[in-house]
């Protein structure tokens, strides 16, 4: 069974700026392709460079048609870009992902970033609350599929 839903994205007016994530529990291994966060009202995934660099690309930045997430229980899709997923936790972590996304409120995405984490990493974040709109501008809305 498929599911689609439309995400809310916001960018940073300020390029660098970003709220602090918040109170967590984490899945984080600086040496995997992505690192979990579960926070109360939020899920932030921490990615790779290569990760990070792709996804920023194809779903915070600027494009024609409505860039979408695909989330399938082996895989997360940013457009035609598909990353397997290699392991249980991932495995674990993308159910709980899901289940998250499915419930019902409405969803936005944007990027957090949180003291503990090294310099300049930028968490990629979905939150059932809106971003502080003086820091964050709302964009073109996301597609999410979850399969």
Not at 36 to 58: N, P
Not at 70 to 84: E, R, V
Request: hydrophobic content about 35%; proline content about 3%; glycine content about 6%.
């Amino acid at each position: 069974m498929t599911d689609s839903r439309i995400v809310k994205r916001y960018n940073a007016y300020y390029r660098g700026w970003c709220l602090a994530f918040g109170e967590h529990t984490a899945d984080y291994d600086e040496t995997r392709e992505i690192s979990w966060l579960f926070g109360e009202d939020r899920i932030g995934m921490i990615l790779s460079s290569t990760l990070r660099k792709q996804a920023q690309h194809e779903l915070l930045g600027h494009h024609d048609e409505i860039p979408q997430l695909l989330l399938t229980g082996d895989s997360l899709g940013f457009n035609q870009y598909k990353h397997p997923l290699h392991d249980e936790i991932d495995t674990r972590n993308i159910q709980r992902l899901k289940a998250f996304m499915l419930g019902g409120e409405e969803l936005h995405m944007f990027l957090c970033s949180h003291l503990f984490y090294p310099s300049h990493t930028r968490i990629l974040t979905f939150a059932t609350k809106k971003p502080l709109i003086i820091m964050y501008k709302e964009m073109q809305p996301l597609k999410l599929v979850i399969d």
